[in-house]
């Protein structure tokens, strides 16, 4: 698997840091961020050789593309201001560079080739399998004790997860066509699927949906119309049968069983109508002067509070001194929840 046709020295260092840097991806952060200066000083080297270096900042912050890449770093900065946490939110810094690192050096240089480019993510998604193999072999009794977030441990397991969707959508995208390479890929994807459903990571799901969509609306194009009604038919009852599951997720997790006492439950949530009649005109209007609200004019609707209750609805979402986030909790209570509701 060929990566770089170029007999370039400095194209040949651009391309081994790339490489790199998807390699370690999910195994080194430490690794990834030496890639990355790497392909930086390589990038400087560079422009100072062919007396250039001026005319690649100006191509790199130039075009409209780096813009809208480097914009990202540019909101999270922009919020500092407002940060309640300056730490924390400095030290998100160091996780955002990459965005400015790649933002700045590949708009300047030339593009890749598709061989290249098919070596590249290749690398990438290759070593996103391997990963998981080496997580299984060190972390394999994690998965007995339900503890599935420590089944990642080089990086983790959202942004393996993430990595693993994308593994399997370029081993798809590049379909091999000798049959031993095909058989590798077919394998990949299925170990990728399996070790996903391990992972028990959400996030997983709206991904993988998102790239189904994606293939189908490339097939629909290419295909017939037999292929086209075919793929139609197979959206519309994916989005019906994620409709209905979700739908058993929302009705559980707003309904209380009155014969059950509320300690009994993890979290839930609860609406309720105020009226005047309930309340009396002076009590609602009361409430309403304590809110700041105005009554009901003359021939508009009559007054009435939704009020909406939630186990979250507290100031204290995040309990730094116990080491406890209520909100972290409450999506592991959501993952037990559609876990609970998947076929065995």
Not at 19 to 31: D, G, H, I, Q
Not at 105 to 124: F, I, M, N, W, Y
Request: net charge positive.
């Amino acid at each position: 698997m060929g990566i770089s046709d170029a007999g370039d020295r400095h194209r040949q260092v651009h391309i081994g840091a790339l490489a790199m840097a998807l390699a370690m991806l999910p195994w080194s952060e430490f690794l990834l961020s030496l890639s990355q200066i790497i392909m930086v000083a390589n990038w400087l080297w560079e422009g100072v050789a062919r007396r250039d270096l001026g005319g690649r900042f100006k191509r790199s912050f130039g075009r409209a593309e780096s813009a809208v890449f480097i914009s990202f770093l540019g909101l999270h900065a922009l919020g500092l201001l407002w940060t309640t946490d300056l730490a924390w939110g400095l030290d998100l810094n160091r996780i955002l560079l990459p965005v400015l690192v790649f933002g700045g050096v590949l708009p300047s240089v030339p593009r890749l080739s598709a061989r290249e480019l098919k070596g590249l993510l290749l690398t990438g998604a290759w070593s996103a399998t391997a990963s998981t193999l080496a997580s299984l072999a060190l972390r394999h009794q994690v998965l007995a004790e339900g503890l599935y977030r420590d089944l990642s441990p080089f990086i983790s397991h959202i942004r393996l997860a993430l990595m693993l969707c994308f593994s399997i959508a370029v081993f798809v995208y590049y379909w091999p066509r000798q049959a031993g390479l095909r058989i590798a890929h077919v394998l990949a994807v299925l170990w990728c699927l399996w070790f996903l459903d391990q992972l028990r990571t959400l996030i997983a799901l709206p991904v993988l949906a998102a790239l189904a969509l994606f293939a189908l609306w490339r097939l629909g194009r290419h295909a017939g119309l037999a292929w086209r009604l075919g793929a139609l038919l197979l959206l519309l009852g994916a989005t019906g049968a994620a409709s209905l599951f979700l739908w058993s997720v929302y009705s559980d997790y707003v309904r209380v069983d009155p014969r059950a006492p509320l300690q009994d439950r993890s979290f839930f949530g609860s609406a309720t109508t105020l009226r005047p009649q309930a309340l009396g005109e002076a009590g609602m209007r009361r409430i309403l002067d304590s809110l700041g609200l105005d009554p009901a004019t003359e021939g508009d609707a009559e007054d009435h509070l939704v009020i909406l209750r939630h186990t979250l609805m507290n100031p204290w979402l995040i309990d730094r001194h116990n080491g406890i986030s209520y909100i972290a909790l409450y999506f592991r209570h959501l993952e037990q929840r559609i876990d609970a509701l998947r076929p065995a």
